[in-house]
Structure formats: structure tokens, C-alpha cells
């Protein structure tokens, strides 16, 4: 089954990787762990085959939100809700369950900082 897990993250110290700038700053030391870390789990989920694909995204600043009343569409910068943290970017996993998926959401740096939704995908079509 494919699960989209979502990072999120404060877009005021909005960086890639955002887990390599938290709030205060990481020793060189402690960001080279972190670096470490989420390279080993992306070389594990690929050669596993449970990683399809993965993007960040560009600050929220950059984004518009589209809303379609009666009418003409009604377009304004940014996202669509004034939040503390926005979706910073994306992976999407192929595996055997949501508890897999779940235990490697829990594994990538950006959990510690941030956040990470885990979100199966529904099967439409065919």
C-alpha cells in the first residue's frame, strides 16, 4: 500500500534539509548525525523498494491558494491557513503497512524538529 508522509515545518527558518536548521542552530557535529541518519534511512527504504519518490517544496511564501465561490476564482499568496508549522515537503513509500510506514516516518530527523504526517493513499480507478 502507498503512504504519503508529510514533513512540516516552521516557514519562518525555512530551509532543505529543514532538520539541519532548527531553531538555535545544530553543532557541526550534531548536523553531521543528523545528515548521516536520514542518508543511511534513504539508502535503507531505497534498495527495499518501499521508496517511490520525494520532494521539498519551496517556501509557503512562494505558493498560491486557489478558492472558487460563485463567480470568478479568488487566487491569494500563500498557503491556505495561517499555522504555526506548513508542509515543507513530501515522500511517497510502498509498504506492507501503516505500521511500517509509520516506524520510518519516526525515523527521519524532521520528526524531532518538526512534524511528520503519515497519510495512506485511497486506490480509485480500476
Known amino acids: ?6 514533513i ?24 553531521e548525525r543528523l545528515r548521516a541518519r536520514f542518508h543511511a534511512l534513504l539508502k535503507e527504504i531505497t534498495e527495499s523498494g518501499e521508496l517511490v519518490g520525494g520532494e521539498p517544496l519551496a517556501a509557503p511564501a512562494l505558493s498560491r491558494t486557489v478558492r472558487k465561490g460563485a463567480g470568478a476564482p479568488a487566487v491569494t499568496d500563500g ?15 510502498d509498504c506492507a503497512s501503516l505500521e511500517r510506514a ?13 512534524a511528520v504526517e503519515v497519510r495512506p493513499l485511497t486506490v480509485t480507478g480500476p
Open 102 to 114: 509509520t516506524e520510518i516516518a519516526a525515523r527521519f530527523p524532521d520528526a524531532e524538529q518538526c
Open 8 to 31: 512540516y515545518a516552521n516557514p519562518t527558518t525555512w530551509q532543505h534539509p529543514l532538520f539541519l536548521h532548527p531553531q538555535g542552530g545544530l553543532s557541526s557535529d550534531e548536523a
Open 1 to 6: 500500500m502507498k503512504y504519503l508522509l508529510l
Open 79 to 93: 498557503p491556505f491557513a495561517e499555522t504555526k508549522e506548513q508542509l515543507a515537503g513530501y515522500f511517497l513509500l
